[in-house]
């Protein structure tokens, strides 16, 4: 976006120029428009919001960085925003508001038409990341007994009915789910066959308080379009959509890429301190476990003593070791994260890392011992870091398997946890083969 455009945006808003700002913006859409928003100053983000009135699409605010929509949000009359969501989806809408705090949530429910309301204060109702929050709430749904005809009049005649649905959904008089009938079948369907004739029973469902990651691996493994949601007595309470799908996908890889480099849920747009008070606990915890390193070097002075290149040496073979275990923990926190790895394909997973490893730390083995003892003309030194080096390879490979086994299996997040223990593990083990191989080898016990 251009600085000219920017700042063309800005001029309007401190002009308070509806008309030119609604000329500027009238062709800029979707992401666009949010990253248009994020680039005025806060002071001017509300501005521009109430300015735009009617015109502006509450749907943008969904494309803006968590921190920049919430503060924008607290900043807008409560009414003004009542207003706005009430013409999105109820998904969405309950993606706007469910990060305030009750209080503000109050203030913008009790502006809202008591349908809207109702509808986003049960989906409000569900666990977090849960099918409940995810779910629109508006769908169709036809009792079994009409026909092909009387569904297509339903469909055409009914104002309210959601902007874009793929199934029709098929319930009993107590709304419980008897099954759905694909869109495209219906419309192929003659108009006096029945729905009961058309009807699929036997297809995927999810509850309304199940997981959204689980929610995502159904639509990738079966390639849906949409999934109803049930309640635990199987009552149609919502439909799960693609769209809202692959934003899952998109902020659960972007949750756990942060989460294995230690910076949490920060944006672009958090300020220092809370960035700063977000990174300080994993640098704290890294800290200690480089302490943890530093004493096993401290146990072999006297061999770093006598012979100096291992204080060069020894970091070689223990940053090799991490860059390694790093890759197999990569894999493997990904894998348990999609429910890949399981008990029937554990073992040969194990069983390739470790030879993976084994392999690798051969290959650097011959090349760093060749290179060592060229460097220090001295074969002895070479042989103590290339075997050193498979070591640590090799102790990576496992650890890099292990740790996020381990951690998962205690209820703990692998991609959070595993990357500190990882670290130490190559570390202490690079150093400790590095100095211990030499102390044996040279005979300096």
């Given at each position: 976006?251009?600085?000219?455009?920017?700042?063309?945006?800005?001029?309007?808003?401190?002009?308070?120029?509806?008309?030119?700002?609604?000329?500027?913006?009238?062709?800029?859409?979707?992401?666009?428009?949010?990253?248009?928003?994020?680039?005025?100053?806060?002071?001017?983000?509300?501005?521009?919001?109430?300015?735009?009135?009617?015109?502006?699409?509450?749907?943008?605010?969904?494309?803006?960085?968590?921190?920049?929509?919430?503060?924008?949000?607290?900043?807008?009359?409560?009414?003004?925003?009542?207003?706005?969501?009430?013409?999105?989806?109820?998904?969405?809408?309950?993606?706007?508001?469910?990060?305030?705090?009750?209080?503000?949530?109050?203030?913008?429910?009790?502006?809202?038409?008591?349908?809207?309301?109702?509808?986003?204060?049960?989906?409000?109702?569900?666990?977090?990341?849960?099918?409940?929050?995810?779910?629109?709430?508006?769908f169709i749904a036809v009792p079994p007994f009409?026909?092909?005809?009387?569904?297509?009049?339903?469909?055409?005649?009914?104002?309210?009915?959601?902007?874009?649905?793929?199934?029709?959904?098929?319930?009993?008089?107590?709304?419980?789910?008897?099954?759905?009938?694909?869109?495209?079948?219906?419309?192929?369907?003659?108009?006096?066959?029945?729905?009961?004739?058309?009807?699929?029973?036997?297809?995927?469902?999810?509850?309304?308080?199940?997981?959204?990651?689980?929610?995502?691996?159904?639509?990738?493994?079966?390639?849906?379009?949409?999934?109803?949601?049930?309640?635990?007595?199987?009552?149609?309470?919502?439909?799960?959509?693609?769209?809202?799908?692959?934003?899952?996908?998109?902020?659960?890889?972007?949750?756990?890429?942060?989460?294995?480099?230690?910076?949490?849920?920060?944006?672009?747009?958090?300020?220092?301190?809370?960035?700063?008070?977000?990174?300080?606990?994993?640098?704290?915890?890294?800290?200690?476990?480089?302490?943890?390193?530093?004493?096993?070097?401290?146990?072999?002075?006297?061999?770093?003593?006598?012979?100096?290149?291992?204080?060069?040496l020894a970091p070689i073979v223990a940053g090799?070791?991490?860059?390694?275990?790093?890759?197999?923990?990569?894999?493997?926190?990904?894998?348990?994260?999609?429910?890949?790895?399981?008990?029937?394909?554990?073992?040969?997973?194990?069983?390739?890392?470790?030879?993976?490893?084994?392999?690798?730390?051969?290959?650097?083995?011959?090349?760093?011992?060749?290179?060592?003892?060229?460097?220090?003309?001295?074969?002895?030194?070479?042989?103590?870091?290339?075997?050193?080096?498979?070591?640590?390879?090799?102790?990576?490979?496992?650890?890099?398997?292990?740790?996020?086994?381990?951690?998962?299996?205690?209820?703990?997040?692998p991609a959070v946890i595993s990357g500190v223990?990882?670290?130490?593990?190559?570390?202490?083990?690079?150093?400790?083969?590095?100095?211990?191989?030499?102390?044996?080898?040279?005979?300096?016990?």
């Open positions: 976006m251009r600085s000219e455009y920017v700042e063309a945006v800005a001029d309007a808003v401190d002009a308070a120029d509806s008309a030119r700002l609604k000329q500027l913006t009238e062709d800029v859409y979707g992401a666009d428009l949010a990253d248009l928003i994020g680039a005025l100053t806060p002071a001017r983000r509300t501005d521009f919001v109430r300015l735009l009135g009617p015109d502006f699409d509450f749907g943008v605010l969904i494309e803006l960085d968590d921190s920049v929509r919430l503060a924008l949000i607290e900043e807008l009359p409560p009414a003004t925003v009542a207003e706005g969501i009430s013409e999105l989806d109820s998904d969405d809408a309950v993606y706007l508001i469910e990060d305030l705090d009750a209080a503000d949530q109050g203030a913008i429910l009790d502006r809202m038409p008591s349908a809207e309301r109702l509808s986003i204060e049960r989906s409000l109702d569900y666990p977090e990341e849960s099918a409940g929050r995810l779910m629109q709430t508006d009409w026909t092909v005809g009387q569904t297509i009049d339903y469909c055409r005649e009914t104002a309210d009915l959601p902007d874009d649905f793929y199934e029709i959904h098929v319930v009993d008089p107590t709304y419980r789910l008897v099954g759905v009938v694909p869109l495209d079948r219906l419309l192929r369907s003659k108009r006096p066959v029945g729905i009961s004739d058309l009807v699929e029973e036997e297809g995927f469902v999810v509850r309304a308080d199940q997981d959204r990651e689980e929610v995502a691996r159904l639509f990738e493994r079966h390639n849906l379009i949409s999934l109803p949601v049930v309640d635990d007595g199987r009552r149609l309470v919502g439909v799960v959509t693609a769209d809202d799908v692959v934003d899952v996908v998109k902020e659960e890889a972007e949750e756990d890429f942060r989460a294995m480099h230690g910076v949490g849920d920060e944006e672009l747009s958090s300020s220092v301190m809370y960035t700063t008070r977000n990174r300080f606990l994993w640098l704290f915890v890294n800290l200690l476990t480089a302490f943890l390193a530093a004493s096993v070097i401290g146990a072999f002075e006297d061999t770093i003593a006598k012979i100096v290149a291992l204080a060069a090799q070791g991490g860059n390694a275990a790093t890759q197999t923990m990569t894999v493997a926190v990904r894998a348990l994260g999609t429910r890949e790895l399981g008990r029937l394909n554990l073992k040969r997973f194990v069983t390739r890392e470790i030879m993976v490893s084994l392999i690798n730390g051969l290959a650097f083995a011959v090349i760093v011992g060749l290179i060592v003892w060229a460097w220090y003309q001295d074969p002895r030194l070479g042989f103590v870091i290339g075997g050193a080096m498979v070591g640590n390879l090799v102790a990576g490979g496992l650890a890099g398997v292990a740790i996020p086994l381990a951690v998962e299996k205690v209820g703990g997040d223990f990882v670290t130490t593990v190559t570390d202490c083990v690079g150093f400790f083969a590095v100095l211990g191989l030499a102390t044996w080898w040279f005979g300096l016990m």
